[in-house]
Structure formats: C-alpha cells, structure tokens
C-alpha cells in the first residue's frame, strides 16, 4: 500500500541519475519561475531535462480552468508523447522555480538511445509513473468525493515525503490542491478545516503538516 502511495504522488522524481546523458547531448537554458516551456495543442519535437528547479504539468478547459497532472523535480524529464509521436502537446509546462532545463530533440533522442541502451528503462519508468498518476487523476474525478481526494492527495504526499519525526510538513497552498484534484478552492479548504478540526493536519498559509499519516490514510 504504501509503495502505490509513492508512485501515484503527483511529484514525478527520479528513479535514477540520467544527468550525464542529456546534459551532454541536449541543449542548455535557463528559464526563470512562472514561464511557460511549451503549450497545450503546441507542437514539439523535443523533451526536455530538468537539471535543477521544478516544472509543473497542466491541462486548461475551455473556461481557463486548470489541473495539474504532475510536478517534475531534479533529473527528470518531460514533453515525450509530443516528441515521440509528432502529435500535439496534450499539456502545458510551466516552470515553479527558476530551473535548469536541458532540450533534446526526438531525432537526436533515437540516436542516444542506439548508442546508450542504459537510457530506455530509464525513459520507460519515467512513462510508467506518469501513466499511473494518470490513472489516479481518472479515478479521483470519476469516483471519489471531494474530501477523499484531498486526503488521497495528502497521504501521497506525506509518504513520499516522510521525514520520521514531528509530522511531515508539505508546501502546498489551497489552491494548487485544488488544481491537483480538480476541485474548486472553496471545497478543499472546507475539506482541510474538517481534517485539521479532527486533529490529521495542522493548516497553515502555504504549508500544511501532517500530524496523523495514519488516520489521514485510513479513508
């Protein structure tokens, strides 16, 4: 339970370090916080390589709506099914922090992988993570209320984060929860005042703590 927990946190973070492939072959910017690397219904024949920082995966409605469907942390990639099947980018990707993004295009990419087979699992488990938070998003929209996803969310989180002593501390604001889970803002903050009046969590501005994993996991 507690392994499906870490593989279905919407964080996307490495399984293992791919620096030397793509710092060497991809090509290097920095980009500054809140800029956008590439847009839903865009065409790009490259992904990308996040050395440092941290990018966040979005999809909009027609209203502007958003969600997040993951966040990319250090040595990580992003952006393959546009680069793989030449098709329009089915999301947005915007930088959180400033960050260290390194660009390799798919037919440079073929290449790397002939020529440094090491690479494919790597690709494969980034894929299969993210199929998998995929899968979450799908049953948290179509079958869970609103306080369950939150607390789903949360658990997540707090087991892939863990650090053993005085609670697990998140920064997460309301509203990029809210993204997550494709709830509005109002109903997750009533969701995080009831799990705070019930003792689970300790809700601040921009952080929450965890006081109680297990009974936050016991929905």
Partial sequence: MRLERILCSPWIRPTESSSEWFTKHGSKKEVAPEVVVYSQGDFCDSLFYV???????????????????????????????????????????????????????????????????GITPYLLRGLTRKIRILAEHVSNLGFREAEVRVRQLLSHFAASNATGKGGTTLELTHQEIAEMTGLCRVTVTNALNSLKKEGIIDNRRGAITILDQTRLASF
């Fill in 51 to 117: 050395r440092s920082g941290r990018v966040r995966i979005i999809v909009r409605d027609e209203d502007g709506a958003e969600m997040i469907l993951g966040i990319h942390e250090p040595d990580t990639v992003f952006g393959e099914p546009s680069a793989l099947d030449g098709g329009p980018c089915f999301a947005s990707a915007i930088t959180m922090t400033r960050t260290e993004l390194y660009s390799i295009r798919a037919a440079d990419l073929f290449r790397l992988v002939q020529d440094e087979p």
